[in-house]
């Protein structure tokens, strides 16, 4: 995570005193009214703040029923909700759809934008038209390495790679020798850095494995094929925590031993981690990557401000094992993990 800077100590204690009580700390007495008055806030549609009615648009590669996005659609709507923000969603995962989106919300003249970059080829050009059109743009989750480059005010993430590589270790730590890499999604370039990332720092050896995310028992079949043809594989990671459960399935008919182990959290996940269904997952805080990126960019109109110097704020990656799993579990269960 970049370094924070004297200059940015300002925006913290900014932050600090408009986020107050919608991110008081979570006492048994305390936090539960906090979380009451976040709910009766939202309820009521009630900003925290009398800035502009402004209109952001957050256009992701999501495709539908995908559960990490809601978290960053939960995160982004509250913000919304206390910055007094008009907030718009869309998604696609096929990447020229996705770019289309874009371009509808720069036709509805919206006065900043929230991407993800999943396919960053098929999004510059639309990226470039909104800087033209005076819309700031945020880059979040994927697309880090090209954020700046396509002129994003910063990006909110994790690194890939980054992420990758902790994977790697881990699976290292727990005495790993073979493992299966499960990408689910052509062409999404950070799913390949991903396995990338385990591939450079895994002292095993990692196998990659392609299959259709869009059709979940194929994803399932696919994995218990791999297993059963390969009894030396003692990992398998997932990229998304819907895939885990499929993955977990596919070690129970294919009579495996490999450990299960994934790419994000969400309720199902946390519960698997307490069962021991799931060796480890890999949080890289989607609730707050959806909170931030509307939050920085109401801050961005409010006040001109920018955090990241220049870098991406990095929101993960966070290694959570059985002994976390539990303490979460109440945040994935109200959907902000």
Known sequence: MARARTGVRAIGALLAAVLGASLAGCSSTGGKRAEDARKAQTAAGKAAVNTPRWTFAMVTHSGDGDTFWDIVQNGAEQAAVKDNINF???????????????????????????????????????????????????????????????????????????????????????????????????????????????????????????????????????????????????????????????????????????????????????????????????DQQPYLQGYQAVDLLWLYKYNADVLGGGRPVLTGPQIISQKDAAELRIYTERGTR
């Open 88 to 282: 718009l969603y869309s998604h696609s995962d096929e990447g020229q759809q996705q770019a289309q989106l874009v371009q509808a919300a720069i036709d509805k003249k919206v006065n900043g934008l929230i991407v993800s970059l999943a396919k960053p080829d098929a999004m510059k050009d639309v990226i470039a038209r909104a800087e033209k059109a005076g819309i700031p743009v945020i880059t979040v989750n994927s697309g880090s390495e090209q954020s700046r480059a396509y002129g994003a005010l910063t990006h909110i993430g994790q690194d890939e790679t980054i992420a990758g590589e902790a994977v790697g270790d881990e699976l290292d730590k727990r005495g790993k020798k073979k493992a299966l890499c499960v990408l689910h999604e052509q062409g999404n370039v950070g799913h390949e850095q991903r396995c990338a990332g385990v591939d450079k720092a895994f002292g095993g050896q990692l196998q990659n494995l392609y299959v259709d995310g869009t059709n979940m028992p194929d994803v399932q079949a696919s994995i218990e094929a791999k297993l059963q043809s390969d009894r030396s594989i003692d990992s398998v990671v997932t990229l998304g925590a819907p895939f885990a459960d499929a993955a977990v399935q596919a070690k129970r008919t294919a009579e495996s031993k490999a450990e299960i182990d994934t790419f994000d959290l969400n309720a199902k996940v946390a519960t698997a981690l307490t069962a021991g269904t799931l060796g480890f997952a890999v």
